[in-house]
């Protein structure tokens, strides 16, 4: 099992940052950021493969957010820079079990935090 704990969301005015945090007990061989917001479906950010460390990010975010992790504290980060309203929502860490880590399949992730929220105001 493995357990996520994710802070550093809040309140921020368009064209700001912020840096969310996962505490992961252990990283699996994938992890990811997702976002969801009332009434939409949950959508992938961005994806580190642990091992090699190659990233994905999706194109909305493209050039923005960045994806990374601490290894020696067990934390994956992700920094958002140039915050648009759009970017509003609920931010989950995810960790993959195995086989496929895909952002547009959030089934592939088996391990899932209870969620930061972020308000980006115009």
């Known amino acids: 099992q493995v357990q996520l704990v994710e802070s550093g969301g809040g309140s921020v005015q368009a064209g700001g940052s912020l840096r969310l945090s996962c505490a992961a007990s252990?990283?699996?061989?994938?992890m990811g950021w997702f976002r969801q917001t009332p009434g939409k479906e949950r959508e992938g950010v961005a994806r580190i493969l642990t091992g090699s460390s190659s990233t994905a990010i999706v194109d909305s975010v493209k050039g923005r957010f960045t994806i990374s992790r601490d290894n020696a504290k067990n934390t994956l980060y992700l920094q958002m820079n140039s915050l648009k309203p759009e970017d509003t929502g609920m931010y989950y860490c995810?960790?993959?079990?195995?086989?496929?880590?895909?952002?547009?399949?959030?089934?592939?992730?088996?391990?899932w935090g209870q969620g930061t929220q972020v308000t980006v105001d115009s």
């Open positions: 995810a960790g993959a079990r195995g086989g496929y880590c895909s952002l547009f399949r959030p089934a592939d992730f088996a391990y």
């Open positions: 252990r990283y699996t061989y994938c």
